[in-house]
């Protein structure tokens, strides 16, 4: 029988290492930690063949006394924290104390600093764990750290690295995960003596940028969120730049890179809206609380992070990011600027400031900005600017379309409120007629008279919406966009309690099995919430007396079997709770607009001010993009003009 017996440090250092440092990607980010601990604003990366062979950091940080040098090696040895206190509160990147003296255990490694009043420097050698004495050095004040042949010692560990480029894709990934959440340091990196990053001090925005490039930038909503202590910045990309990956998900609790479910369940709950089937989110937010309510001492890597009150985060992240993904109404584009005064987008940008740029809510209405602001959910009215359809200046042209003028006679008329209006809410038209003069007046000027999505043109066989625009043409897909309006309207009617409901003349009978008999018998009177009325005439027969005042021209026959099977596989309460959403998708799919219906200019004309007023009108239920822009740039492109 063996005895119990006490490990040497150097097996300690060497076991902790095998958590601590798994890849040369681990040793830079425990070295990177560090310098930004330090205070440093400038920092030099350096790696050959991957970090297997050569990791070295220099930056200009406070630096570390000669004395301090052998300790600084040393297991659990640190200055961050001394008490159990400190640990609560812990502010610091690095506090374990153990990440340099695991890397010293299974590598070369070399630690050169000096203090910023020190006349010179001093540097220690620490080869197979085994300290060298500190000897002085040449070096400017700051620190450098520098590990050769990491691994070297324990050669079987070594076997499990990966190849060169491998090992490498994982320490630029670190190099970027910790840069971006440090605008304010100026960041270099080296490969085999090659710049591969050169990053100035620069702002957020251009940082995120310069890292994740500029169509991030343009597909962005910035987020500046804040209550209770907790405070929420960064960008969410719009849900049509989604990812097949998870590759594009940058998350920081206290400046600290981190891979937590609570997080990640919120912004995937938040995105589930738009976001198209099984594509991921992009984002770089930065959230940021009291340290003593988030435990960092969770995994020796600090990679993983445990909240104190996990519910409150949660809601908190959901409703910031959902706020901020509800902006993204068709038309609403005000760019994300850059510090050097030029736009990130192009043309096509469709990119919202949430919490910065409150002003150009007014656009959209007062109902719009008081959801945006997080206010109780209502109904967003239907608003139809007056402006006026351009007509086309050339007299042959229209002698051409003779027949189409006549055939459209009066529309002006009706588009400047001249005609009385017929109320969407009465009527049930899922394509409202224009409002009344007296609601015109109300709403705001554009400067240059044309609205976000501009006016209509034609439709294209059937399915698209040809629209000109203040500069070029948009396109529409007119289901899609139908389908986002009516969902959002029967999301704001159930929140309110009753979807409202239009009875038909003549009911709609069809034959059902008697799992649809039943389930209409049980939940009929429930489902009038959801503003679909059933009567089971028989066992085998079910009448339709009446269907959501929106989708009174949709297939109501589709529509309650839908709903029927919802119910009977998932149960009432969970559709009304847990799978309303999915359900009120459901409904208006069935009754949105479809594809060959023959719309008149009023109607296109509708759509297009519906968008613009509506939540989230830039993607359809599915994630899919609801309308597109050619600017006269791409169009000029497409012929070769100015060349």
Sequence with gaps: ???????????????????????????????????????????????????????????????????????????????????????????????????????????????????????????????????????????????????????????????????????????????????????????????????????????????????????????????DTGAAGLTLSGFVASPTYSKASRDAQYFYVNGRFVRDKIAQHALRQAYRDVLHHDRHPAYALFFTLDPTNVDVNVHPTKIEVRFRESQGIHQFLFHSIHKALASTSAGASPAVTLDDGQPAGNDTTIVANVGRNEDTLAAFGTAAAAARAGDSPQRMPFQQPRYEQQTMPLHVAREAIGGYQRQFAGLREEERGLTPPVSSTTTGSPLPSPLAAADLAALPDASDGIPPLGFALAQLHGVYILSQCEDGLIVVDMHAAHERIVYERLKNALEQDTIPMQPLLLPVSFAADRFEVATAHEHGAEMQRLGIELAPLSPTQIAVRGVPVWLQDGNPVELARAVLKDVREIGLSQVLTERRNELLATMACHGAVRANRQLTLTEMNALLRDMEATERSGQCNHGRPTWSRLSMRDLDNLFMRGR
Excluded at 126 to 149: C, K, M, N, Q, Y
């Design 1 to 223: 029988m063996k005895r119990i017996q006490k490990l040497p440090d150097h097996l300690v250092n060497q076991i902790a290492a095998g958590e601590v440092v798994e890849r040369p990607a681990s040793a830079l980010k425990e070295i990177l930690e560090n310098s930004l601990d330090a205070g440093a604003d400038r920092i030099s990366v350096d790696l050959a063949q991957g970090g297997i062979k050569l990791i070295r950091v220099t930056d200009n940080g406070g630096g570390i006394a000669d004395a301090d040098l052998p300790l600084a090696l040393d297991r659990h040895a640190t200055s961050k924290i001394g008490s159990l206190d400190d640990l609560e509160n812990v502010a610091t990147l690095g506090f374990r104390g153990e990440g340099l003296a695991s890397v010293a255990s299974v590598s070369r490694l070399t630690l050169t600093s000096r203090p910023h009043d020190a006349e010179h420097a001093h540097q220690i050698v620490a080869i197979d764990g085994t300290l060298h004495p500190v000897e002085p050095a040449a070096h400017a004040p700051g620190t450098s750290v520098e590990i050769v042949d990491l691994y070297f010692n324990t050669p079987a560990r070594r076997k499990f690295l990966k190849s060169e480029n491998t090992e490498y894709a994982h320490c630029e990934a670190t190099f970027e995960r910790i840069a971006l959440a440090h605008p304010q340091v100026e960041f270099i990196l080296r490969h085999n003596g090659k710049v591969v990053w050169r990053l100035p001090q620069q702002s957020l925005a251009e940082r995120v940028g310069a890292l994740l490039g500029r169509d991030f930038v343009e597909a962005s909503l910035p987020v």
